[in-house]
Nanobody, 129 residues
Framework: QVQLVESGGGLVQAGGSLRLSCAAS????????MGWFRQAPGKVREFVAV????????YYADSVKGRSTISRDNAKNTVYLQMNSLKPENTAVYYC??????????????????????WGQGTQVTVSS
């Protein structure tokens, strides 16, 4: 079992930056691909970014590509999402998630919410115009 706790959200002006963190419990964190999703009011949860267990592979949604960076520190059991040049439309609750299926089994990084096994409670990001 893995427990995920996000932090780092808050209120920021458009053009600003935030770094979200997701701290994981459990010894198996380093074997999981980790993803970030977000959900705005009235909208479905959408994929933001994913990072492989080693950190060697990443993938981003087109909407954040070039403005966000996902990274991880397996020694600290933590995954990060650095977001720059934030826009009001980035306002949402941001969730981190862990995929327990090995890359060798899946054959690719997980991009769909149903491919993830564990979820955090979320952290609110509000971008003012």
């Amino acid at each position: 079992q893995v427990q995920l706790v996000e932090s780092g959200g808050g209120l920021v002006q458009a053009g600003g930056s935030l770094r979200l963190s997701c701290a994981a419990s459990g010894r198996t964190f380093s074997t999981y691909a980790m993803g970030w999703f977000r959900q705005a009011p009235g909208k479905v949860r959408e994929f933001v970014a994913v990072i492989s267990w080693s950190g060697g592979s990443t993938y981003y949604a087109d909407s954040v590509k070039g403005r966000s960076t996902i990274s991880r520190d397996n020694a600290k059991n933590t995954v990060y999402l650095q977001m720059n040049s934030l826009k009001p439309e980035n306002t949402a609750v941001y969730y981190c998630a862990a995929d327990a299926t090995s890359y060798s089994s899946r054959g690719r990084l997980p991009l769909e919410f149903y491919e993830y096994d564990y979820w955090g409670q979320g952290t609110q990001v509000t971008v003012s115009s």
